[in-house]
C-alpha cells in the first residue's frame, strides 16, 4: 500500500511496489485520457531549493495531467528561508495546505528530515549527491519500455560516478533484478563511492571499473552517461580538467550494439554530441517523455488516487 508513503530513496520502494508503478506508467502513456481527473481536487507542492527543469516541470505537468493543481517555488530566495525560516518550519507550514510534496534540496538528508515534519507525502526530487528516486523510476519506466525488463542486462555508467545521484540510485534499484552487470566508467577522481560497491560486492553483482569509454562500450545494453556536474565541485580548476572527460560521438557510437539504448538524465553539457540524437538508440529526450508519466502514476498512489 503506497497511499500517504514517502518516498526518499529507490530502498523505500519493493521490487513489487516498482513494478506496480511502471505497470501504471505503462498504463498511462497508452490511455492517458482515462486519469486525467483521478487528482481532481488535490494539490502538489513543488519545493525546489535548488535549480531543475526537467523535474519541476515533469512534476507540475504530471498533476496537471492527473486534474490536480500545483503550488510551490522554483527558487528558494522568494521564501521565508531567507529569514531564517527552518526547513522544518516550512514543512509544518506547507504540509497543510497540500495532498504531497516534491522537493529538491542541495543538502544530503534534506528530503528525510522534511518527512519528519511533513503530514503528507514528501517525494525526494534530489538532495545533493545522494539520492533521485524519481528520476530511477523514469529510468526503470524507460528500461522496461524499451529493453523489456530489467533483468539480464550490462549496464554502464559513464562520466562523473563520484557525484552522481542518479547514477547512484539507478545502480542500486538495477542490483535488486537477476542477472544484471554493471560498468563503471569514469577517471580515477570520479569513480563510484566505496558505499555503492559495498552493496554489490556482497550481493555477488558482477562489476568492473574502466577508464576509456572505447573499451567497453561493445559490452553493453544500456549506457548511462552523465555531466561533470561543476555545481558539486569545490576547485573550479578540477572541475574545468575533468569536464570533456567523455563525449559520445558518432565514432564511438559505431562501436556499440545495435540495440544498445543511450540514456541520460539532462540537462547535457558537452558528454553527449548533437549528432548521436539522431540514431535510433539514443532515447534520452524519451526519457524525459516517459519521466513524466512515472511521477504521474507515483503522485497517483502516494495520494490514493489510484
Do not use: W
Amino acid at each position: 500500500m503506497l497511499k500517504g508513503r514517502h518516498l526518499i530513496e529507490p530502498a523505500d520502494l519493493t521490487v513489487s511496489e516498482i513494478d506496480e508503478i511502471c505497470s501504471l506508467a505503462e498504463q498511462m502513456i497508452v490511455d492517458p485520457v482515462s486519469f486525467q481527473d483521478v487528482c481532481r481536487g488535490k494539490i502538489l507542492a513543488t519545493l525546489f531549493f535548488e535549480p531543475s527543469t526537467r523535474t519541476r516541470l515533469s512534476f507540475e505537468a504530471a498533476m496537471l495531467h492527473l486534474g490536480g493543481t500545483v503550488e510551490g517555488f522554483a527558487d528558494a530566495s522568494y521564501t521565508s528561508s531567507t529569514k531564517g525560516e527552518t526547513l522544518a518550519d516550512t514543512i509544518r507550514v506547507v504540509s497543510s495546505y497540500v495532498d504531497v510534496i516534491a522537493m529538491r534540496s542541495p543538502k544530503e538528508g534534506a528530503a528525510l528530515l522534511a518527512s519528519k515534519f511533513s503530514s503528507v507525502p514528501v517525494i525526494n526530487a534530489g538532495d545533493g549527491g545522494h539520492s533521485h528516486p524519481t528520476q530511477t523510476l523514469t529510468d526503470l519506466v524507460t528500461i522496461r519500455a524499451l529493453q523489456g525488463g530489467f533483468e539480464g542486462h550490462t549496464i554502464g555508467f559513464c562520466g562523473d560516478l563520484k557525484f552522481g545521484r542518479t547514477v547512484h540510485s539507478l545502480t542500486q534499484a538495477l542490483s535488486r533484478y537477476r542477472n544484471n552487470k554493471f560498468v563503471f566508467i569514469s577517471p580515477e577522481e570520479l569513480r563510484i563511492p566505496s558505499y555503492i560497491e559495498d552493496l554489490l560486492k556482497p550481493a555477488g553483482i558482477e562489476f568492473i571499473e574502466a577508464e576509456r569509454l572505447e573499451d567497453v562500450i561493445g559490452q553493453l545494453d544500456i549506457l548511462y552517461m552523465t555531466r561533470v556536474q561543476k555545481e558539486r565541485f569545490f576547485n573550479e580548476q578540477d572541475y574545468i580538467r575533468l569536464k570533456d572527460s567523455y563525449i559520445l560521438n558518432k565514432d564511438k557510437m559505431k562501436l556499440a550494439k545495435q540495440d544498445m539504448i543511450v540514456l541520460h538524465p539532462l540537462p547535457r553539457v558537452n558528454e553527449i554530441s548533437p549528432e548521436v540524437d539522431d540514431d535510433p538508440r539514443a532515447a534520452y529526450f524519451k526519457q524525459v517523455k516517459y519521466g513524466m508519466f512515472a511521477r504521474m502514476a507515483l503522485i497517483a498512489k502516494l495520494t490514493g488516487a489510484i
